[in-house]
T-cell receptor
Framework: AQSVAQPEDQVNVAEGNPLTVKCTYSVSGNPYLFWYVQYPNRGLQFLLKYITGDNLVKGSYGFEAEFNKSQTSFHLKKPSALVSDSALYFCAVRDSLIYGNNRLAFGKGNQVVVIP | ETGVTQTPRHLVMGMTNKKSLKCEQHLGHNAMYWYKQSAKKPLELMFVYNFKEQTENNSVPSRFSPECPNSSHLFLHLHTLQPEDSALYLC??????????????FGPGTRLTVL
């Protein structure tokens, strides 16, 4: 089975402060991990993914995420938040052990509110 | 978002109507997906097509009927829906090479309201 948990419903941060959105995962094999962002009335936009290699992954719009195998986490980070970063953020995982696995398991999402 | 387009963007239908959602991907991908997004819930995978063949049906009620005539187009035919089917329906596509590392790219969604 594969699943992710995004423990916080909403993350509030002041503009210019660091932003962190938390994600933990559960898989049987190695995880393939993804972050997406959704703006109001829009589809999901891909931010970044971890497949293998360097634990720190850099993505779009200044976002990065750190893979931590011992803590089974893949937290999304941005050093300095912008008001335009206010959106819904989704973490997703795919289990490498499941052959031909098309299925992505999504978390319920975190609403990020950046306060001017 | 121009890589995956969906029409219509908004749809209101009665419980006895028949309607269809359309998705088109311009990315040259070989796999397409339908998801249902309801408020405060994780995205629910409904159907997966690889090379036009349905490879997954995630216990979706028969009032939802997918169709994939080619690798660029995907339809979701709707009939006798229930109010609880009101949601945002998202289409996605990816280049599936079998290893599970492919990225899914999403369309803007169709906001469906069932009266």
């Amino acid at each position: 089975a594969q699943s992710v948990a995004q423990p916080e419903d909403q993350v509030n941060v002041a503009e210019g402060n660091p932003l962190t959105v938390k994600c933990t995962y559960s898989v049987s094999g190695n995880p393939y991990l993804f972050w997406y962002v959704q703006y109001p009335n829009r589809g999901l936009q891909f931010l970044l993914k971890y497949i293998t290699g360097d634990n720190l992954v850099k993505g779009s719009y200044g976002f990065e995420a750190e893979f931590n195998k011992s803590q089974t986490s893949f937290h999304l980070k941005k050093p300095s938040a912008l008001v335009s970063d206010s959106a819904l953020y989704f973490c997703a995982v795919r289990d490498s052990l499941i052959y031909g696995n098309n299925r992505l398991a999504f978390g319920k999402g975190n609403q990020v509110v950046v306060i001017p | 978002e121009t890589g995956v387009t969906q029409t219509p963007r908004h749809l209101v239908m009665g419980m006895t109507n028949k309607k269809s959602l359309k998705c088109e991907q311009h990315l040259g991908h070989n796999a397409m997906y339908w998801y249902k997004q309801s408020a405060k819930k994780p995205l629910e995978l409904m159907f997966v097509y690889n090379f036009k063949e349905q490879t997954e049906n995630n216990s979706v009620p028969s009032r939802f009927s997918p169709e994939c005539p080619n690798s660029s187009h995907l339809f979701l035919h709707l009939h006798t829906l229930q109010p609880e089917d009101s949601a945002l329906y998202l289409c996605a596509s990816s280049q599936d090479k079998g290893g599970g590392t492919d990225t899914q790219y999403f369309g803007p969604g169709t906001r469906l309201t069932v009266l």
